[in-house]
């Protein structure tokens, strides 16, 4: 049993190295070469190709093999064909020579694995710099096709099983091509975000991008991430007898392999959406399955880290305005002199960048009474005492335990004791407001008490709305009152024509022409109503 669990995963191991080794054309020396080969393969369909063939699909490219002779040519077939990106060929030749016979009795023919790999390589060629756009719409169209499918799978007699399967595989095209497109602009993002040599204009463009662009994507997937849950809830008990009915209504290349016994299994790639399997990645996408979090989660946190690198950009940019600017494009242009120099230039190069000149001596300067002229020499200069520390450990820094944290609490029982203060002092200067409400001209207000006054006065007059005279210029004030409902304290003005307020304190006397004054409690209505507020917050 050991064993044969041993060679299983040797199979295994064996499989994914034969996989692996079908990438070697992109990084081999003769890449360019070998992408043009497989390019002229990939033009074609079910088309074994010779090497006169091949040669003249070269010439007519005018590519980096053009020039390939014939046996250059038929080396790079045979490596390809090593790798496993190519298969040979038995097909009949027809030849006038022995040589002609030679280069045209192996035919090629495209794998499978070879031709996935150069379509991937194109288009990483081809659009790995681009932004490319996501579509949001296909978000749309899933969440309707989801919602239609859980109406009919649930209504009586259930969804015809040809309806089902155009229905699935049109759904999870859509879904595929979202999340793909989801993906590709996130990396792009990413690999723009993490360099730090941005200028202004390309700062400013990604700004752009990232704040409107980024902001409507995580808009309308939160926007429409809870209705697909909601479907997908409402269809989940129903997907494995979908699925069932239809493969017995087309089990389309599945059957082969059940075509008659010992015939050997043909492996199949079934349609997305015909697998339990990709329904649960569907399900995964947008909802919380597994305790990982959903992908919905996922884009939300990389929107934040997004976020998070514009605005260290956004740092490093202000600092280039004051000066600290990144240095990185000089580095890297050093950086590419210094590969590219002779030794002897690259010492030279050195020392004008760095200012790595010969050995100097360096010391400690002599005592500021001591005046040494600049010609005298270290050798026969006078002798400077060097401290022990700097001598045996080579740091000038004071070894010993640290000072003790300072104490503060004299200091915050002080500010609370004046704190205490300054409430009771506002307190008593309250009271004293509310017991001479009614005969201001009669009592004498302190300091404090003229102070919280003015302060609630000023209060009532900017809360007041002015209301004017049908037919007159003049004006009336309308809910002119303040409160402190801490000190429980009330203010009320009211505009009274030929009225004269005048209130006496130890700081003057203050006139107030057509105003009366009430100063009062806040009332037990409003006290619970502020009591509920508190309550509820």
Excluded at 339 to 346: I, K, N, R
């Amino acid at each position: 049993m050991g064993a044969s669990v041993s060679g299983t995963a040797q199979d295994a191991d064996g499989e994914v190295r034969r996989r692996l080794n079908a990438y070697t054309y992109l990084s081999a020396p003769e890449r360019l070469e070998h992408v043009a080969i497989m390019r002229v393969f990939c033009g074609t369909l079910l088309a074994d190709l010779a090497v006169p063939d091949i040669m003249a699909k070269l010439r007519q490219s005018s590519g980096p093999a053009a020039g390939l002779d014939a046996d250059t040519l038929t080396v790079r077939l045979e490596q390809l064909a090593q790798w496993g990106n190519l298969l040979r060929s038995s097909h009949t030749v027809k030849a006038s020579s022995i040589s002609e016979y030679q280069r045209s009795r192996s035919r090629y023919q495209l794998s499978k694995l070879g031709e996935r790999i150069q379509r991937d390589a194109d288009g990483v060629l081809a659009e790995a710099d681009a932004a490319r756009e996501v579509s949001n719409e296909l978000l749309a169209l899933v969440e309707r096709g989801l919602r239609e499918l859980a109406g009919l799978v649930t209504a009586p007699g259930g969804i015809q099983p040809q309806d089902g399967l155009e229905r699935i595989s049109t759904l999870f095209v859509q879904f595929t091509e979202f999340a793909d497109s989801i993906r590709d602009f996130y990396a792009y993002l990413g690999q723009v975000l993490s360099r730090y040599d941005l200028d202004s204009a390309e700062y400013q463009g990604f700004k752009e991008l990232l704040l409107d662009y980024v902001e409507a994507i995580t808009e309308d997937v939160a926007f429409r991430a809870p209705r697909i849950s909601a479907a997908l809830d409402t269809l989940w008990p129903h997907i494995p007898a979908l699925l069932d009915r239809l493969d017995a209504h087309s089990q389309g290349l599945t059957g082969l392999s059940a075509q008659g016994e010992g015939r050997p299994e043909v492996r199949v790639q079934r349609s997305r959406g015909r697998e339990l399997a990709d329904w649960e990645g569907l399900r995964g996408w947008f909802s919380d399955t597994d305790g990982q979090g959903s992908q919905v989660d996922q884009l939300r946190d990389a929107t934040l880290r997004a976020l998070q690198s514009l605005l260290a950009n956004a740092k490093r940019m202000l600092r280039s305005a004051t000066g600290e600017m990144s240095r990185r494009k000089d580095l890297l242009r050093l950086a590419r002199w210094f590969d590219e120099a002779a030794p002897q230039d690259a010492h030279d190069m050195a020392v004008a960048a760095f200012g790595l000149y010969g050995a100097r001596h360096l010391g400690i300067p002599p005592a500021t009474d001591e005046v040494v002229p600049a010609y005298t020499s270290w050798w026969t200069g006078p002798v400077v005492e060097v401290p022990v520390a700097l001598r045996e450990r080579g740091s000038r820094t004071q070894r010993g335990r640290a000072s003790a944290v300072e104490d503060h609490s004299a200091q915050k029982e002080r500010l609370r004791e004046a704190a205490r203060q300054r409430a009771a002092a506002r307190a008593a200067a309250a009271d004293e407001l509310r017991s001479a409400s009614g005969r201001f001209a009669d009592v004498r207000l302190t300091s404090a008490a003229l102070g919280l006054l003015l302060e609630l006065l000023a209060t009532a007059l900017g809360n007041a709305q002015l209301k004017r005279h049908a037919g007159t210029a003049g004006f009336d004030l309308d809910s002119a009152r303040s409160e402190d409902a801490e000190l429980g304290i009330q203010l009320t003005v009211r505009r009274t024509a030929g009225t004269r307020t005048v209130l006496y304190s130890a700081d003057g006397d203050l006139l107030l022409d057509d105003l009366e004054v009430d100063i009062g409690r806040i009332s037990a209505a409003a006290d619970s109503a502020a009591e509920a507020e508190e309550s509820v917050s």
